[in-house]
């Protein structure tokens, strides 16, 4: 008889349980105002990231088509696992001297860490985050960007 | 006549079979071997090496701030305190002393990832054991401690933020009032999770008198952490040496005698409860100044061999560092808590079923990039 009893109220105390849990599924369900998810793929046009988010590195272009990179190559001595590349040039300058100037600025997405030693090195500030993030692609050589857009020149007021 | 006995096949013989590598519910790339006797567990062999990135050696061609994005990637669940770790270790090789305000952020941030992972834990947890539910009620409340975090730093998992001298940057400016949503807002939802899975009775079947570890043996094991607390092992490096703000916070060392899978748990959900606490200490604390000291753009440690530990989300994580005066690091070896914490699993899944070694390796909350690096 006890046992009996016993198995009957191990079965009450289940129930008991599963329906406390059940207390809170349920409240959700009748509180759509709760739900935290984001339709992603629709709400393409109206998602904003952190300004901080980091997507890519990018480097900065004003109208004229001008970036402050100097080509020094700090970027790149500190860039743990070789993601940045750069390529340098000899160029005379407006007042004839001749001046080392940035050619290349090739940047791997496909190696970066994201680790961020890049941006805070830049000793002239060249480089940013960008907050792109859909990067995926079927070629992997698509993700080697050159950061100095064709034709850009170095700002006045930087000094190399 | 003779009576023909009954042959059951397999009955008493032992077989093999594997968990893993890619299973569930080890949560990344570890094997179990293991030797069963019917649905018993005889014996298990874990096999671990398949996510080995050899970050130790990688260390010793990187410079020291370079080594921190390396150290992410090992418990990628406790990001900050392997940051910290690393970078107090330069700071004391260095006799620098960082700002206030450094301190008690990093302070807070380790704890705000003590609350994330111990979240991300026990939604895991209870997924392992059948409630899918807990799957999403953890995940959502974690979305905001994540939230916080890339604000910041702009990265959900792997920061990289902590750096010796001090921060990469400023916290955002909502910083402070984002936690100070969060504390509510987590005092709030904590409660349901005991409602959902600690009551249950399923839950409570499975993890009770499952998986007992003794404080001897969590001890002679190595067990840190909140497995190691389960036991009665006082082994909390924030109480015992405490680092950064943590010598002038107040909060308890959850402590508990049984040692079983629930024993376990319980710490992991009481310990949420003291990271609050300890937030909502330091929340309206945070001093004004710098968030970094002047370092030198190459870090040079003097000569000899320095140690540093600190208490990330699943226990004591040790670095050990040689150096010879150059820029980088001659030897560098990272005692990290899974490694250790993995090992006891032979012994306490020993005589259960192989169910019950899915909730005992649920409960010692491994992470495996960390057992392997
Ligand atoms: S991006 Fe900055 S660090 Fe890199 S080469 Fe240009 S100026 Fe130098
Ligand atoms: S973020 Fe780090 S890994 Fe990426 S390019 Fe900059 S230094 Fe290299």
């Given at each position: 008889m006890n046992a009996f009893f016993n198995y009957f109220s191990e079965i009450g105390r289940g129930v008991k349980t599963l329906l406390k849990g059940m207390q809170i599924t349920n409240g959700y369900f009748f509180k759509p105002r709760e739900i935290v998810t984001q339709k992603y793929p629709e709400n393409r046009a109206t998602l904003k990231m952190f300004?901080?988010?980091?997507?890519e590195v990018i480097m900065p272009h004003d109208d004229n088509n001008q970036h402050r990179c100097t080509g020094c190559g700090i970027c790149e001595n500190n860039c743990p696992n070789g993601s940045i590349q750069i390529l340098t040039k000899k160029e005379t300058n407006a007042e004839g001297k001749a001046v080392r100037i940035v050619d290349k600025h090739i940047y791997h997405l496909s190696m970066c860490t994201f680790c961020g030693l890049c941006i805070k090195t830049c000793p002239s500030d060249a480089i940013t985050w960008g907050q792109?993030?859909?990067?995926?692609?079927?070629?992997?050589?698509?993700?080697?960007?050159?950061l100095n857009k064709p034709g850009s020149t170095i700002k006045k007021e930087v000094k190399g | 006549m003779v009576e023909k006995a009954e042959v059951i096949l397999g009955e008493n013989e032992q077989y093999v079979i594997n968990m893993g590598p890619q299973h569930p519910s080890t949560h990344g790339v570890l094997r179990f071997e293991l030797s069963l006797k019917g649905e018993i567990v005889d014996k298990v062999v874990p096999h671990c090496g398949?996510?080995?990135?050899?970050i130790e050696k990688m260390c010793e061609a990187n410079t020291y701030q370079q080594i921190i994005h390396l150290t992410d990637r090992m418990d990628y669940l406790s990001a900050h305190p392997n940051n910290e770790a690393v970078s107090l270790l330069v700071e004391k090789a260095l006799g620098i002393e960082v700002p206030e305000r450094v301190k008690v952020i990093r302070t807070m941030l380790s704890e705000l990832g003590r609350l994330g992972s111990h979240q991300l834990w026990w939604a895991a947890f209870g997924m392992d054991l059948g409630a899918l539910t807990t799957f999403f009620y953890g995940l959502r409340d974690r979305e905001k401690i994540l939230d916080i975090f890339e604000e910041s730093?702009?990265?959900?998992?792997?920061?990289?933020?902590?750096?010796?001298?001090?921060?990469m940057n400023d916290i955002h400016p909502n910083f402070k009032t984002r936690v100070k949503e969060l504390i509510p807002y987590l005092r709030k939802k904590l409660p349901e999770y005991d409602q959902l899975l600690t009551g249950n009775v399923i839950f409570t079947e499975r993890s009770k008198n499952i998986g007992i570890m003794t404080k001897e043996d969590a001890i002679s094991y190595g067990i840190t952490g909140p497995s190691g607390r389960g036991s009665g092992f006082a082994c909390d490096v924030r109480k015992a040496e405490p680092y950064s703000a943590y010598d002038r916070v107040d909060f308890k060392e959850i402590l508990m005698t049984e040692g079983d899978t629930f024993a376990r748990y319980q710490v992991r959900i009481l310990e949420m409860y003291e990271s609050i606490k300890i937030l909502e200490q330091l929340v309206d604390q945070?001093?004004?100044?710098?968030?970094t000291v002047k370092m030198k753009p190459i870090i040079k440690l003097p000569e000899g061999e320095y140690y540093q530990r600190v208490e990330t989300a699943r226990g004591e994580l040790g670095v050990y560092a040689v150096s010879?005066?150059?820029?980088?690091?001659?030897r560098m070896r990272f005692r990290t808590p899974n490694f250790s914490n993995l090992f006891i699993i032979d012994k306490l899944a020993r005589g259960h079923k192989i169910a019950d070694l899915v909730a005992i390796s649920g409960s010692l909350d491994l992470v495996i990039p960390d057992i392997d690096r």
């Open positions: 300004d901080q988010f980091k997507g792109t993030f859909e990067h995926a692609v079927f070629d992997r050589s698509k993700l080697t960007k050159v | 398949y996510i080995h990135r050899g730093f702009g990265s959900r998992l792997l920061h990289s933020y902590i750096c010796p001298g001090g921060l945070i001093p004004d100044g710098d968030y010879t005066g150059e820029k980088f690091p001659d």
